[in-house]
């Protein structure tokens, strides 16, 4: 193996392609582990991004994370936060950070046609001082980033944002209740804690424009 940004991996395919000067380019002007002013605009305007974990036997996962714009914060030039909201409790990504903490993030902006990637370790802390500074949060992860670096736009697609999702989280507004919480395979399962256990009405239908999932 070798160190640092690349591997044996890496180094045989940028060889074969003759892609490693180009590479070595790459790494030296674009990758850092400094989170600087510019990255921290577009990180913390974004409302979404996917999130890459594995578990103690490298098997990978991942998922994506939406919220409102600003909810991945910048801490400072180094570690960023985000929060865990309620899903569908199979904790796959959070609890593969539990057993191998190195995860991989990528923002993307479809509207600007841009993308950013951070890699990094990650955190959790069920005490974590800036829980209750999300609403609806019920854990937040911290990374400590190790590499920052963008990506070429070229293939990315460009989209407009239609709607956000009404079930992220506001202050003081009680979120509607995912349709496949209401399912039979789901209700006698549900924790006593969660708010379709303890909803006296049906969950409220959702329209067929919706682009919230309903199914975990």
């Not at 892609?19 to 674009?30: N, P, Q």
């Not at 963008?150 to 003081?172: D, F, Q, T, W």
Request: with cysteine; aromatic share 10%.
């Amino acid at each position: 193996m070798t160190g640092g940004f690349y591997h044996d991996g890496s180094r045989s395919l940028q060889d074969a392609f003759d892609t490693r000067r180009l590479a070595d380019r790459l790494e030296s002007v674009t990758v850092h582990d400094v989170i600087d002013d510019d990255d921290r605009a577009f990180i913390e305007g974004m409302d979404m991004f996917f999130l890459a974990t594995a578990d103690e036997q490298g098997r990978p996962d991942c998922s994506y994370k939406g919220g409102e714009p600003g909810f991945v914060r910048v801490l400072d030039s180094h570690t960023i936060a985000f929060p865990a909201y309620d899903g569908n409790g199979m904790f796959r990504s959070f609890g593969n950070a539990l057993v191998n903490p190195e995860v991989g993030l990528l923002f993307i902006s479809f509207e600007r046609r841009r993308r950013l990637r951070l890699n990094g370790t990650a955190s959790i802390d069920p005490g974590d001082p800036l829980l209750g500074s999300w609403p609806g949060a019920t854990l937040v992860i911290r990374v400590r980033a190790r590499e920052v670096f963008p990506n070429c736009p070229r293939y990315i697609h460009k989209m407009e944002l239609v709607e956000r999702s009404r079930y992220v989280p506001e202050a003081g507004i009680e979120p509607p209740v995912p349709e496949w919480k209401t399912r039979d395979w789901a209700v006698d399962v549900l924790p006593s804690s969660d708010q379709a256990s303890r909803a006296s009405v049906s969950a409220p239908s959702i329209s067929p424009k919706s682009r919230n999932a309903t199914s975990p």
